[in-house]
């Protein structure tokens, strides 16, 4: 696992000089998403799961499949009738994020981190961390527990820890943050004034934006970014209201927008990593039928790299005759599903999904529809974006056919996706490269 720091990139007589190591972990999605735009500091541009990396030992690996297995259930319990919401509720209270108001010192840690510090007492993360001193680097953890077995192990360079959410559990904060030596790269300001609140030191905070793919941005310039939404406004818009009223802004922001649409007006519909709401994708597809099969609505659903979900879509599919208009995205591994995922997205005019860290991704121009949350974090995912004012409530499903289009008429997607395009930072990835390779030291 541990590698010459001077890798020579594919196809290229350029060498690469990696920067960190960026770990992560396999609990859901969000926090391998989270890593995947960082992997150009990487050695090998990899990515490393602190859960099943490449000789775990065996004792490491059970405490973290147990901590994934109670997210998992976790994640499906809220789904069964009756007791499903109480005991969820319960469970919920551990990861629970207390109301920012009043103002007040929540430095003392929680169950959960007091937990967390007891097991790596025990020995937890030290044989990874004894790993990555071997050939010291930086260390971004888009994951709390791999940055606190760094700090306890003396790990002998910078721990960075990227908030994948736009609000945080005081999970994400050491023991003692008066005295931690951790850092953070948070993705919004209520995640920046939220460590403050925590007790983390103000110096130990860069408030970078979070860490959007480079496939979907471009350069610093967001050339690609930029080119996608000009083609999106025009289908998020169909009858030109909202382009008429604003066109001041759209000019400044994106300039000339082109003549017509280079494809056909696309909903992709993102299942979590738990497989939680799955019933949503074949709703909305009923629903709409009609309108895909007359050509004039194409759908995504995407399931990632669980077979069993591939297979409930394609059975649930099959028979409707819809053709390509209807595409599940899947891959067999993380890499593939997410290059495949990003790749998609450059023709996706609406994102329809549960307000976990793909929030963020409405700074794209890609106006969000919300799923039920799942956890008090996406709770306030869900308050961030009706906030900036990027994403909307999901209706019942199996009317989208009305509720959708009563919305895409008037523009109010199209308004949605430039206030997420304007008011959402999207140069985070770049941010926190430049502050690694110390270009600048961005701070609160």
Request: charged fraction near 25%; hydrophobic fraction near 40%.
């Amino acid at each position: 696992m541990i590698m010459n720091k001077k890798i020579k990139k594919e196809n290229s007589a350029k060498v690469q000089i990696a920067k960190a190591w960026v770990v992560s972990a396999d609990m859901g999605y969000g926090h391998q998403r989270t890593a995947f735009p960082l992997r150009d500091l990487a050695p090998s541009e990899r990515v490393i799961n602190a859960n099943h990396y490449e000789g775990i030992p065996k004792k490491d690996r059970n405490v973290w499949e147990r901590t994934r297995g109670a997210y998992e259930f976790i994640s499906r319990f809220k789904k069964i009738p009756l007791i499903g919401e109480f005991i969820f509720g319960f469970l919920d209270k551990f990861q629970k994020i207390l109301n920012y108001y009043p103002k007040r010192d929540l430095s003392g840690p929680s169950f959960g981190v007091k937990s967390n510090y007891y097991l790596i007492s025990k020995g937890w993360g030290k044989d990874l961390i004894k790993r990555f001193a071997q050939d010291p680097l930086p260390i971004i953890s888009t994951f709390f527990t791999p940055a606190f077995m760094a700090e306890s192990f003396n790990y002998p360079d910078d721990i960075y820890c990227v908030v994948c959410d736009a609000d945080a559990n005081r999970a994400w904060v050491p023991l003692d943050p008066e005295m931690s030596r951790i850092k953070y790269f948070a993705p919004c300001s209520w995640v920046r004034d939220r460590l403050k609140l925590y007790g983390v030191k103000s110096e130990n905070i860069f408030l970078t934006g979070y860490p959007l793919p480079k496939e979907n941005l471009g350069s610093e310039k967001l050339e690609i970014a930029k080119e996608d939404m000009r083609y999106r406004l025009l289908n998020l818009d169909p009858m030109g209201e909202y382009r008429k009223i604003y066109a001041p802004l759209i000019k400044d922001f994106l300039g000339k927008l082109p003549e017509k649409a280079d494809h056909p007006l696309t909903i992709l519909f993102s299942v979590g990593g738990a497989g939680a709401q799955k019933e949503i994708g074949l709703q909305l597809v009923n629903s709409l039928k009609d309108k895909i099969t007359a050509k004039e609505i194409k759908i995504i659903i995407s399931v990632g790299v669980r077979k069993e979900l591939k297979k409930y879509y394609e059975d649930g599919l099959a028979g409707l005759k819809l053709n390509d208009w209807v595409h599940i995205l899947s891959a067999d591994n993380i890499i593939e599903y997410f290059k495949k995922f990003n790749l998609a997205l450059r023709k996706t005019d609406i994102l329809w999904t549960k307000p976990s860290e793909l929030s963020f991704y409405a700074g794209l121009g890609i106006p969000i529809i919300i799923a039920p949350t799942i956890g008090s974090q996406e709770d306030f995912n869900k308050k961030w974006l009706l906030h900036i004012g990027a994403g909307t409530s999901q209706e019942n499903p199996k009317y989208a056919v009305e509720w959708l289009y009563d919305l895409l008429g008037p523009g109010d997607f199209a308004e949605m996706a430039m206030q997420g395009f304007v008011e959402i930072e999207k140069k985070g990835v770049f941010n926190i490269e430049n502050i690694i390779t110390g270009k600048h030291k961005l701070k609160i």
